[in-house]
């Protein structure tokens, strides 16, 4: 009997999954286990294996559809099957045996899907994504040798540049740019209200400083002590880790703090779960884990779902404080900015010391302005004096 083909839940509370790409043609011979599709979520995009070997058929989904999630889109016949067999079993699907496709290792970068008559976007590594972009080359007419004809760094040798006039006045957008697009286009319609406090960073710098002499701790950073207050911020204060669901406040017994990381499609947010459970070296090593996941396009569902509050820095790029939007349904973001001496009045005297700006950003149906400011005042206080939860 032919094995049905079905698009999986990925992640909770999903209800459609969008088939970006088929990587085998209808009349195809497939190998259980090697990728078939590619399909994106709300938050991921990753390859889905072939369920059993033989040869796909009875294809039912395009490429770009949105399709609902246990919902058969082809069919895999056995040897000796025909496509008739395979209509028979559709029309009676109780008697043929379902298999869920399931997730396989992320694509190299997926293409955007589209329906709307524009180009679709080339595979290719983020590499030669990023190399294409420095060098003005177009990928539409590179010719890939990666796995199912995907671009890599080596085939952009001997490539020319794209000459000024044949520049477009529309800028290329993938599919995390898109989803990050509609995401935060939904999150905004959260009441946002926003708390600024400037923290004195010595006693974080200090930390730092003493944990990477630690054999083990070399490669701990400003964010991964930032993780380690919030989650203990927030396993005090637990409102702030509820989320707005349904029309009532969802609390959660998981304290998951997600960082926003940029990636060369658009911007991601890889989760630390049971952030306060874990040793600061244990955050490190994870944190470290999901970025480079992330900059890889790697990601896996689990890596982006059940976040409760994230974080989002963008002290590296010397921005001294923005404003952050919520990543619904969590109630708060922590917008951090960068570490710079400042003069500050110390026993009536001015004085220069290292200091950083935090602004929470709040869903007003969660906090009200009390609480937030006294899960910010926790907060600040943890990073000014950490005694009691450096490890």
Not at 86 to 112: C, D, G, K, R, W
Request: glycine content about 8%; some cysteine; proline content about 6%.
């Amino acid at each position: 009997m032919p094995t049905n083909v079905i698009m999986p839940a990925l992640e909770m509370a999903q209800e459609t999954g969008r088939l970006l790409r088929w990587l085998k043609a209808e009349g195809e011979a497939v190998v259980k286990g090697e990728p078939l599709m590619e399909i994106e979520t709300d938050k991921v995009t990753v390859e889905i294996e072939a369920p059993a070997n033989g040869v796909l058929a009875a294809v039912t989904a395009a490429e770009g559809a949105d399709v609902p999630v246990g919902e058969t889109v082809a069919q895999i016949l056995a040897p000796g099957e025909t496509a008739a067999e395979a209509a028979i079993a559709t029309a009676a699907p109780e008697q043929a045996p379902v298999a869920v496709a399931v997730p396989a290792a992320p694509a190299v970068e997926a293409p955007a899907a589209g329906g709307n008559g524009r180009r679709g976007r080339p595979l290719a590594s983020p590499k030669a994504r990023r190399l294409a972009a420095e060098r003005g080359l177009d990928l539409a007419v590179v010719s890939g040798s990666g796995p199912h004809g995907a671009i890599v760094a080596a085939d952009l040798d001997g490539v020319d540049a794209v000459p000024p006039s044949a520049a477009t006045d529309d800028l290329e957008v993938g599919s995390i740019w898109r989803r990050m697009a509609e995401r935060t286009s939904q999150s905004w319609q959260a009441p946002h209200f926003f708390l600024t406090r400037e923290v004195d960073a010595r006693r974080l710098l200090s930390w730092r400083e003493s944990v990477r002499s630690r054999e083990g701790y070399e490669s701990v950073t400003h964010t991964d002590l930032l993780v380690k207050v919030a989650a203990e911020a927030l396993r005090r204060h637990p409102r702030a880790n509820a989320a707005w669901a349904d029309g009532r406040i969802s609390g959660s017994g998981e304290v998951n703090v997600g960082i926003a990381v940029a990636v060369d499609d658009g911007l991601v947010v890889p989760v630390v779960h049971g952030a306060d459970r874990l040793s600061l070296r244990e955050i490190a090593s994870r944190r470290a884990a999901v970025v480079a996941a992330a900059r890889a396009g790697k990601l896996r569902p689990q890596d982006v779902s059940g976040g409760t509050f994230t974080i989002s820095n963008l002290g590296m790029y010397g921005v001294d404080a923005f404003l952050a939007i919520i990543n619904a349904p969590q109630a708060a973001i922590l917008a951090v900015g960068r570490i710079a001496d400042r003069v500050v009045a110390e026993d009536g005297a001015p004085t220069v010391r290292p200091s950083l700006v935090l602004t929470l950003s709040c869903d007003h149906r969660v906090l009200d302005g009390a609480r937030g400011a006294q899960f910010l005042e926790t907060l600040v206080g943890l990073i000014e004096e950490p005694a009691g939860i450096v490890s």
